[in-house]
């Protein structure tokens, strides 16, 4: 079973940067699309972005699209979520999680991820 920790969240203002990290251990990593998603108090976990299993491709959420760039090191076992020109409402905690299905396609349902992290607190001060 393939464990994820995600690093790299905290305080910043807004129009500020933050590179988010998350690292895998425990199975394969190459093969599996990954996603993040972000949940803020009191509203349900939203897809963020993705990353095809190839490396070819990604998929973006409206809200974040022209302002997040997903990555991923193979080598490293990690994935990286970079997300730039923060607005407040971009305070959540983000979790990144493994997709379910090997050499799957993208999904922005979490019920498609079947490994997720504990999360990484983001808060953006206007």
Known sequence: QVQLV?????????GGSLTLSCT???GTFNTYTMGW?????????EFVSALHWSGMSTNYANSVKGRAIV??????????LQL???KPE?????YCAK????????SSRPD???SWGQGTQVTVSS
């Not at 995600?6 to 807004?14: K, P």
């Not at 997709?99 to 993208?106: C, D, I």
């Open 6 to 14: 995600e690093s790299g969240g905290g305080l910043v203002q807004a």
């Open 90 to 94: 971009d305070t959540a905690v983000y």
């Open 112 to 114: 498609d991820f079947d």
């Open 84 to 86: 730039n020109s923060l």
């Open 71 to 80: 990555s991923r090191d193979n080598a490293k076992n990690t994935v990286y």
């Open 24 to 26: 895998a251990s425990g």
């Open 99 to 106: 997709r379910s299905l090997r050499y799957g396609s993208f």
């Open 37 to 45: 998603f972000r949940q803020a108090p009191g509203k349900e976990r």
